[in-house]
C-alpha cells in the first residue's frame, strides 16, 4: 500500500520548438519560400505579434506527448481538455489496479469560504487535517482489501474495480499542441498576470506545473509571449 500527495508528469517525446511556429506563419506571405530554420531572437517579436494578436494556427505545429500519473479525480478533470488533446489510459478492465492512493500534504488547504462563484481556499485547522489523511489512509485501505479479495474470487476486474475509490492512481499518456497546451494552462494555473483569472483545483494545478515546466523549457521564446500576454491562448 503506498499513498501519495505528488504527481508525476513526465515529457515522452517532442516535435516542439519556436521554429515550428515561425515556419507555419511564414508560409501566409512566403508562400513555397518558407523555410524551416532555427529560432533566433529576431523571431521572439514575430512569435509575440502572433500570440497578442491571436493568430493562432502556427502554434498547432507542434507535438508533446507526456506520461502523467495522478488520482482518478484528477484525471477526468484532466480529460475534460478534448480540442487538441489525445489520450490513452490503463484500464482497470484488463490489469489489477496498484494500490498507489492519493492523500493531500500538511499544506493542501482543505477549507472553503465563501459563496458559490466568489470562494477561497484556506488552511484547516489540526484537527481537519488528522481526519482527512486518516480517514482517506483508512477507507483506501479496506477499499483496496475488499478489491483484492474480490479478484481472489474470481470476480471479473471490471466489477471489482467499483469498490476503489477516486482517489487511486491512474495513468495516461496524454499528447497535445502547443496551442491546447496553452489553452491547458491559462484554466489550469491560477497567476497574478493572468488576463482572466482562474480558480483550479490544487491537484490539477500540480500537474500543470509540471506540464508548464517542460512548454517552457522546449519553446521559449513562445512561452516567454504567452507570460507577457497575460496567458491567454492565441
Known sequence: MEFRSSMTVQMIKHAAEDADVTFAARVSTQGGESRFNEATEKDAGLINYLMRDRHGSPFEHTSFTFYVETPIFVAREFFRHRTGWSYNEESGRYKELAPVFYVPADGRPLRQVGKPGAYSFIQGDCKQ???VQGD???I???????Y????DLDVAREV???V???NIYTSFYATCNARSLMHFLGLRTSRTNARFPSFPQHEIEMVAEGLETEFARYMPLTYAAFEANG???P
Open 129 to 131: 487535517k488528522v481526519a
Open 136 to 138: 482517506l489512509r483508512r
Open 140 to 146: 483506501s485501505t479496506e477499499a483496496y482489501e475488499t
Open 148 to 151: 483484492t479479495r474480490l479478484l
Open 160 to 162: 471489482a474495480r467499483m
Open 164 to 166: 476503489l475509490p477516486v
Open 231 to 233: 496567458r491567454v491562448a
